[in-house]
């Protein structure tokens, strides 16, 4: 299996444009979560979904933040407008069920300037 | 919110030396995990400790699950090079099921 596969790796973005990140988790797992990591706060929730049904997006910071599970192999967040205290490293990661450990993508470092 | 605090926070020490970094919280957990993260890669776990008192080791580490379930440590000895990284302890925890918090990490350093 290739694993949790994120794109893009890296993005750098004016603020005020559209971010849009990808992932697909690995074939099978019925869970998917989306994490932020940064030096001050360290990895934070942001959403995550079972079956393709989002459980609990309390994480996310803003209404400018969105995310969807159209089907089990993919998913997106989106930033619209984005800022520059959006910079981050966002992570994507999948379990075969609630309560199974994770398997983190690589991550996609996002540069707001 | 149920929350994991690490420590120390940075640990910097020469190859060979032994060392070990804990992770403590208020609240009992039912389970910890202990993941390892390199530079420009996600976490990756390394294990998972379920019963109070529990140890486990893989190769030169060493987890150890606390009686109580509210604390664990890793023990690392003779670190090499290749341990050098950022170390999360998590537990499942929160008003919804199936999420796990992470502390804050410990990132180490290991110099030839």
């Known amino acids: 299996d290739a694993g949790v596969i994120q794109s893009p790796r890296h993005e750098v973005t004016e603020m005020g444009q559209e971010v849009t990140l990808r992932c697909k988790p690995i074939s099978g797992h019925n869970s998917l979560f989306w994490y932020r990591q940064t030096m001050m706060r360290g990895l934070e929730l942001l959403i995550y979904f079972n079956n393709n049904v989002p459980i609990d997006d309390s994480g996310m910071p803003e209404d400018r933040f969105s995310a969807k599970m159209p089907n089990a192999s993919f998913s997106t967040l989106k930033i619209q407008p984005s800022e520059p205290r959006d910079s981050a490293v966002y992570f994507c990661a999948s379990s075969l069920d609630l309560g199974s450990f994770y398997t983190f993508g690589s991550g996609t470092r996002l540069t707001v300037v | 919110t149920q929350l994991l605090e690490q420590s120390p926070q940075f640990l910097s020490i020469q190859e060979g030396e032994n060392l070990t970094v804990y992770c403590n919280s208020s609240s009992v957990f039912s389970s910890l995990q202990w993941y390892r993260q390199e530079p420009g890669e996600g976490p990756v776990l390394l294990v998972t400790?379920?019963?109070?008192?529990e140890v486990k080791k893989l190769k030169r580490l060493t987890f150890q699950f606390g009686d109580a379930r509210k604390d664990s440590s890793l023990h690392i000895t003779a670190a090499q090079p290749g341990d050098t990284g950022l170390y999360l302890c998590?537990?499942?925890?929160?008003?919804?099921?199936?999420?796990?918090?992470f502390g804050q990490g410990t990132i180490l350093t290991v110099h030839p």
């Open positions: 998590a537990g499942p925890g929160g008003t919804s099921y199936g999420k796990l918090t």
């Open positions: 400790v379920v019963t109070g008192g």
